[in-house]
């Protein structure tokens, strides 16, 4: 088995600077992973970090929707994602699931044979240790 980890929101802190980042353990490399993904968003058209050619998803502040006609080419591959439209005249669909679920989507579209299991791991110092080594 493998581990590696995905990181949802802005890891560079250039921006809002808020981020989750989950661990995974996978049947197959990271590098196999991250081609395996690659070539979801090459077939879907899309991209979420522009590591490939596509429409962007989930990059720009406060974007937690995609278009209608990427909402549509996901349904024509069964993605089973939550995704809701909460305004009639925007053709917007909001992720109602968690981003590491869409990713894990993606890398399964395909290689459905890759194993990924999300790893909780719990915190040894629930209220965090050292506030005031940190300044800007």
């Known amino acids: 088995m493998y581990l590696f980890t995905m ?3 802005d890891p560079s802190r250039d921006g809002h600077g808020m981020t989750d980042t989950f661990i995974y353990e996978s049947s197959h490399p990271m590098d196999e ?3 395996v993904y690659k070539e979801s968003c090459l077939k879907l058209g ?6 490939t050619p596509g429409e962007e998803l989930f990059n720009e502040y406060e974007q937690s929707y995609i278009p209608g006609e990427v909402y549509e080419r996901l349904r024509e591959h069964d993605c089973p994602l939550a995704f809701e439209r909460w305004y009639e005249d925007l ?3 909001y992720l109602e699931d968690d981003l590491s679920s869409f990713v894990e989507w ?3 579209l395909s290689n459905p044979e890759i194993e990924l299991t999300e790893v909780k791991l719990e915190r040894l110092n629930p209220r965090g240790w050292g506030y005031g ?3 800007e």
């Open 133 to 135: 080594m940190f300044s």
């Open 7 to 9: 990181e949802i929101g």
């Open 46 to 51: 899309i991209t979420l970090g522009r590591e």
């Open 33 to 35: 992973v991250l081609e």
């Open 91 to 93: 053709d917007r669909y």
């Open 106 to 108: 993606l890398i399964k």
